[in-house]
């Protein structure tokens, strides 16, 4: 089992209903895009809180899940606040280069952080609602407000390959760091070359392991998913 489906499966609120949590979960991003700041650090403090509370998880496990995109979020917001300008009444801290000035912008600042907080509540939502709800509950969801069954069909496989994806790289990964293979730095290239060719390899055999389990089942082109239990 994937740890996603772990969390989603055996958290203090499975039962609820799926739509009560997509209604949650679009509230929470309406609120993340509305323009008063308070507003979002109240829903990101809450929904971190009952994230945790819910899944049982850790701070430590939740920072860990976090990390995967706050590279990207804390480098959004350093491209939006840094920058050069012609004057340094502009800048904090200004930097003298080529005849203009580098540093943080006083006017794009505010903006940069009310980004990021914006950003990081949608992202904290977002990782509620995957952790408290078992995929086949979206995908009922989905039935629900009649998505239509290719998009259906296609956010399955999605959701099936991309977490292959995840722990087949994760899996070589730790094969090869136990066997010292990121020890040197041309080691690390050596070795990151193989698990990419390795990744390939390994996805291409569990799309194979998975057509050949679709034509066991006599997969017609229609993916059958059951009704809601309710």
Not at 40 to 66: E, F, G, Q
Not at 200 to 218: C, P
């Amino acid at each position: 089992m994937l740890v996603i489906d772990k969390y989603a499966y055996s958290n203090r609120i499975v039962k609820w209903s799926p739509k009560i949590k997509g209604l949650l979960w679009l509230l929470g991003i309406v609120l993340a895009f509305q323009p008063i700041i308070l507003i979002k650090i109240v829903v990101l403090a809450v929904v971190i809180w009952h994230t945790l509370y819910a899944t049982k998880m850790s701070v430590r496990v939740y920072l860990h899940w976090l990390y995967a995109v706050l590279p990207f979020l804390l480098l959004s917001v350093i491209g939006i606040v840094f920058t050069m300008s012609p004057k340094a009444s502009q800048i904090y801290y200004p930097i003298h280069l080529f005849g203009s000035y580098f540093g943080v912008s006083k006017v794009m600042l505010p903006r940069g952080l009310r980004l990021g907080v914006q950003v990081l509540t949608a992202v904290v939502c977002t990782y509620w609602f995957a952790l408290t709800t078992p995929f086949q509950q979206i995908i009922l969801m989905l039935k629900a407000v009649h998505m239509p069954a290719l998009m259906i069909e296609e956010t399955m496989l999605m959701y099936r390959f991309i977490f292959i994806f995840i722990e087949a790289c994760e899996q070589i990964y730790r094969a090869q760091k136990l066997r010292l293979g990121y020890r040197t730095f041309r080691l690390s290239i050596h070795s990151a070359g193989i698990l990419v060719k390795m990744l390939f390899q390994q996805v291409m055999t569990d799309y194979q392991q998975m057509v050949y389990a679709l034509d066991a089942k006599l997969y017609n082109g229609e993916f059958k998913v059951g009704e809601d239990d309710e």
